[in-house]
């Protein structure tokens, strides 16, 4: 069996590089940019990816963005997205998981966390 494919979506290169670190350590392939319009374009291109791992906030377009272009998209609905904020924001917990999130973790994400988000692929 091919290993799981996380897109990883953060501003922050350091938030990216810990969460890839973490899947990649369970053996799962991550693609990781850092921008809502990379990653739409890269799921434009790219039809393997099985997870969205996406930071709530960040410039342009925030997570919460993200998760209504996928969910609103036929071709992409089916895919399980997890948010990540360093906010605990129960108004914003609660939109992200009506919206259709599987999950929303709080920053940092811990070693202890990467069973939970695999959980959903």
């Not at 290993?3 to 973490?22: E, G, I, K």
């Not at 996928?70 to 919206?99: F, M, Q």
């Amino acid at each position: 069996m091919a290993s799981p494919h996380v897109l990883v979506v953060d501003d922050t290169h350091v938030d990216r590089h810990v969460v890839s670190m973490a899947l990649t350590r369970h053996n799962v392939r991550v693609t990781a940019v850092e921008s809502v319009m990379q990653a739409l374009m890269f799921l434009d291109s790219e039809h393997d990816v099985n997870m969205i791992v996406s930071d709530y906030c960040m410039p342009e377009m925030t997570g919460y963005d993200l998760l209504m272009e996928v969910k609103n998209s036929p071709k992409l609905a089916h895919l399980p997205v997890v948010i990540v904020s360093s906010d605990n924001i129960p108004e914003r917990i609660k939109k992200c998981l009506d919206g259709g999130a599987k999950d929303y973790i709080l920053k940092p994400i811990k070693i202890v966390d990467v069973p939970r988000i695999l959980n959903y692929i």
